[in-house]
């Protein structure tokens, strides 16, 4: 594979950082709760003086010593797992990079709110197919539920959708431990969780098959 190749690679996976940034920001500025792949981070980030983004990373690295605490003898795995570090570090960038361009984007009425969501969602899961179909890296979260999905032979999709539902429930409990209320957690985060992985399967296996 030459360099040019190999750097386009690379240049679409970044591309696909910013998606799920996006994504993930557009859900929050819905006022319906955050994208399960971020609430945990919400929540701390809420309840403590660190940015998003600063969370984001932190929750991210953690993920990736759970790959190798996972028990990954490949080298190549390795290889790819510390990867994850320099690109979550860009991610977290993006991260905050939104949260500042869009801090005035606040939806005036529910509607408004449900579409904002949906739109979300959509831009959150181009960017994490816009991450698989290079497959130079991963982002930690997709990382840790693709080494998961190959270990018990599921669909990336369908074990994404069990891993967000598990990552609501951490958010709501720490939330409550918190501050005696779920916060950051509301009805969109549900509906996140319902749809994301099954958007993703289907932009990957029938729109954005390349």
Partial sequence: MDIKTILKKYLVFVIGL?????????????????????????????NSPL????????????????????????????????????????FSTFIDFNMALTEDLHPSNYITSIALLLLGCLIQSIGVVLEIKPQVAMMSA?????????????????????????????????????????????????????ITGYIVSFLNNKIMTR
């Fill in 18 to 46: 910013y998606f799920l940034a996006a994504g993930i920001v557009l859900i929050i500025h819905s006022a319906l709760g955050t994208t399960p792949i971020s609430s945990v981070n919400y929540v701390l980030s809420l």
């Fill in 51 to 90: 940015s998003l983004g600063t969370c984001t990373f932190i929750v991210n690295v953690l993920l990736i010593l759970g790959q190798f605490i996972r028990g990954t003898k490949s080298r190549q795995d390795q290889i790819s797992i510390l990867l994850q570090i320099p690109f979550s570090f860009i």
């Fill in 142 to 194: 997709e990382g840790f539920v693709n080494y998961a999905a190959r270990r018990y032979n599921k669909e990336f999709g369908k074990f994404k959708v069990i891993f967000d539902f598990t990552l609501v429930t951490v958010a709501i409990i720490l939330s409550l431990i918190f501050t005696q209320r779920i916060e950051g957690v509301r009805e969109g985060s549900l509906i996140a969780a319902c």
